[in-house]
């Protein structure tokens, strides 16, 4: 079943009861998630805890996935940093790594969901994915921003594969989320090299 909501922007066709049902669904989304992990979760009890039934639950989320995606999405867009300080663009975009990071070990459970949610070919996910990644590609180019110049499309692209790898190897658990800031901020380092 398709979604009728997948972002906070697409919230404004909503009347005000569809609107805080999906309030309600997103916040007991968070807490089935913190209570019972992302395998434990289905629909249904998300459905309960938010007091309405399955089928109005469906109505606005296709699938737990497609959950997960929007609560990462909201989770992540929630985080109203600008553009981190800095003299050098190194600098600033190793804070927004940092940055980044942070905010999703913020939220384990949600962390631990995420990754193998944004693999699936779930069409209302697939549209998070791309926001996602967009809201990633944003923050780069934001911190090579400062420069006054164009950001150099060729080092956004490695800055945000290199980014989104690293939480593919921590959803994983080939390292964990702590591991991966400090890998980032010495991988942008290698990036940057010659580029500043």
Avoid: C
């Avoid at 434990?40 to 459905?47: H, K, S």
């Avoid at 990754?115 to 699936?120: E, H, Q, V």
């Amino acid at each position: 079943m398709s979604s009728q909501v997948t972002s906070p922007a697409l919230r404004q066709g909503l009347n005000a009861r569809q609107a805080e049902t999906v309030e309600n669904l997103m916040a007991a989304g968070l807490q089935e998630l913190r209570a019972v992990g992302h395998e434990g979760l289905t629909i249904r009890t998300v459905a309960q805890r938010a007091g309405v039934s399955p089928a109005t639950a469906y109505t606005y989320l296709s699938s737990k996935n497609h959950l997960f995606a929007e609560l990462f999405w909201r989770h992540l867009s929630e985080d109203g940093t600008g553009a981190p300080a800095g003299a050098r663009a190194t600098e600033r975009l190793q804070a927004t790594v940092r940055a980044l990071t942070a905010r999703i070990v913020a939220e384990p459970e949600l962390a631990a969901a995420v990754t193998p949610a944004l693999l699936g070919g779930d069409p209302d996910v697939a549209r998070l994915r791309l926001r996602i990644g967009g809201e990633f590609y944003a923050r780069f180019e934001a911190a090579l921003a400062g420069d006054r110049r164009p950001a150099d499309p060729a080092v956004l692209e490695v800055l945000v594969l290199t980014f989104t790898g690293a939480l593919l190897q921590a959803g994983m658990g080939l390292l964990t989320y702590d591991q991966i800031a400090d890998r980032l901020v010495s991988a942008v380092e290698v990036i940057m090299r010659g580029n500043e």
